[in-house]
């Protein structure tokens, strides 16, 4: 644990505190009359309303239009379902930032539905509940899928043969074993919708500001450190609530139920009403997945002779000071070194916390590693700046900065990847391997790491693909002269002109391709025995 534990105290912790620091503490003292001042303010209290309301409204949205999703995946076997399986995936890997350009193409100026029907989304917020059951859609299917696959079905056969209709039975008996994974998707859903940034910042417009856009604003536009401070200070007080209740909902669900093999839940459908859900999930996911990114396709390849792709190869001299093309390389380079970093960190925090003698504190610790995933990105990112600017941490200048703060949020996905295999592995082929002479680095080497080999990788796939989309954080420590491709995305929609846009188009195709590629990478190493992650 020392390792973990130095690492996310240096550069999370650390980070954090000075620029909340920063923002309350004068040379007179503490100044925590100012949070009262900040959070009565009546912009400030749309603020904080407007991100409750529209986090709720996206749960709930998401919720109605993913468990369909679930069952289907779950209890129906039907030709392609592992691709697409897949393509339901890869929203939830893409960076926010491509997410919303993908609804911008779909539903702003000029794209599919204006040119359609004339009809503009853009300035509403639907274009942003929208984008987000785009981006968490899996989050539903995943986690409610992957255990409505292993609930026993014969238990609401038998209440069916009982004389109970095919609903009363699903109520009384399937939903409540659900309930857990229910409430456990929709507090992460929840989540991620509370702490939106990218979606809101390119969606919204001035119109609509979440607590994470906020803060940006507050930090590096009206450079109000003390206002800013405040409102991490909300944020992390309610994101603290949530991690708390969906350790909670997690508890209930690992250890309250009797669980069976998937692979022998799954049927074909039968009779018209399965026919017809079938029918409505992959209405559903074409329109409301496939469709942006198809529309975000398109409008990449507007330009004669990929024009929108062959100017990412220029310097323009305005917005980057090398050519954008150039941020391919680099966030590549730059997702490498954090994957290298968040296996490190993460693997052993996971292989900690595997330990069945673990004390209290070290399981604390696994509450503590989901912080980063909800903490203002933005509040961690200048935090970077304000606390790693003296020796012998002076990091400033070094290119280190970028996929430390991407490494921040690779972590976690790890942890959660590997400790499930890591604590499956049977305790009794390590103390056969010791007894008979084996050192503790050959015991992990000989007897977990071919065990954990493939979920290993699966966590290297995903910190990869996290790391690259990465964008909150980013923006403040990415040098001009080394911008990520979420950076110069967002630097590129910032500016006017159609040349602009569609290179921005253009960018984040790649974006997607390459967190595509390793997607499918993932589900070609995923098998019945690493189970769903």
Not at 283 to 294: C, Q
Not at 468 to 488: K, S, Y
Request: glycine share 8%; charged share 15%; proline share 5%.
């Amino acid at each position: 644990m020392a390792l973990p534990v130095a690492f996310f105290a240096l550069f999370f912790a650390w980070p954090v505190a000075a620029i909340v620091a920063r923002g309350l503490k004068t040379d007179g003292g503490w100044q925590f009359g100012r949070i009262a001042d900040v959070v009565t303010q009546p912009d400030i209290r749309h603020v904080l309303w407007f991100t409750t309301w529209q986090a709720l409204a996206s749960t709930a949205l998401t919720l109605l239009l993913a468990l369909p999703a679930a069952f289907v995946f779950a209890r129906l076997d039907f030709p392609g379902k592992q691709v697409l399986r897949a393509v339901v995936t890869v929203p939830f890997v893409l960076p926010t930032v491509v997410a919303g350009s993908a609804f911008l193409a779909l539903v702003g100026h000029g794209g599919l539905l204006d040119q359609l029907w004339g009809v503009r989304l853009d300035t509403t917020v639907w274009a942003i509940l929208l984008a987000h059951v785009f981006f968490n859609y899996a989050v539903v299917v995943r986690t409610v899928g992957g255990l409505w696959a292993q609930l026993d079905p014969r238990q609401e056969e038998a209440a069916r043969m009982l004389g109970a209709s095919p609903f009363a039975a699903w109520r009384k008996v399937t939903l409540p074993a659900l309930g857990p994974a229910v409430a456990a998707a929709a507090l992460m859903v929840f989540l991620f919708t509370f702490t939106s940034f990218g979606v809101v910042q390119i969606l919204g417009g001035p119109t609509f500001s979440t607590l994470e856009v906020e803060i940006y604003r507050q930090t590096s536009e009206v450079f109000d450190l003390t206002t800013a401070a405040v409102l991490t200070l909300v944020q992390f007080a309610a994101v603290g609530a949530i991690l708390g209740v969906h350790a909670w909902t997690v508890r209930r669900r690992e250890s309250a139920l009797r669980l069976v093999d998937p692979r022998l839940t799954a049927r074909r459908p039968r009779g018209a009403g399965q026919r017809a859900l079938l029918a409505g999930v992959l209405a559903t996911v074409a329109l409301l997945l496939v469709l942006p990114l198809a529309v975000l396709v398109r409008r990449s390849l507007d330009a004669p002779g990929f024009g929108y792709y062959r100017a990412l190869t220029r310097t323009d001299g305005g917005t980057f000071l090398v050519a954008p093309v150039h941020a391919v390389w680099t966030s590549l380079q730059y997702a490498v070194a954090a994957t290298a970093i968040a296996v490190l960190i993460g693997g052993l925090a996971a292989a900690a916390l595997a330990r069945r003698d673990a004390g209290r504190l070290v399981r604390g610790f696994d509450a503590l590693l989901m912080l980063p995933l909800g903490v203002s990105a933005v509040t961690v990112g200048f935090g970077f700046l304000i606390a790693l600017d003296k020796p012998p941490l002076d990091l400033r200048q070094s290119w280190i900065l970028v996929p430390l703060v991407q490494a921040l949020v690779g972590a976690p996905f790890v942890v959660r990847t590997m400790l499930p295999v890591l604590r499956a592995v049977d305790t009794r082929l390590r103390e056969a391997a010791a007894v008979l002479g084996a050192s503790p680095w050959r015991v992990w080497r000989e007897i977990d790491l071919p065990l954990v080999r493939r979920a290993l990788l699966v966590a290297a796939g995903f910190a990869f693909a996290v790391s690259l989309g990465e964008f909150g954080a980013t923006v403040f420590i990415a040098r001009p002269d080394n911008p990520t491709l979420p950076v110069a995305v967002a630097r590129l929609l910032s500016r006017p002109g159609d040349l602009n846009y569609g290179q921005a188009m253009a960018l984040s195709t790649i974006l997607m391709v390459v967190c595509a590629a390793a997607l499918l990478l993932l589900e070609r190493l995923r098998t019945d025995r690493t189970g769903e992650f």
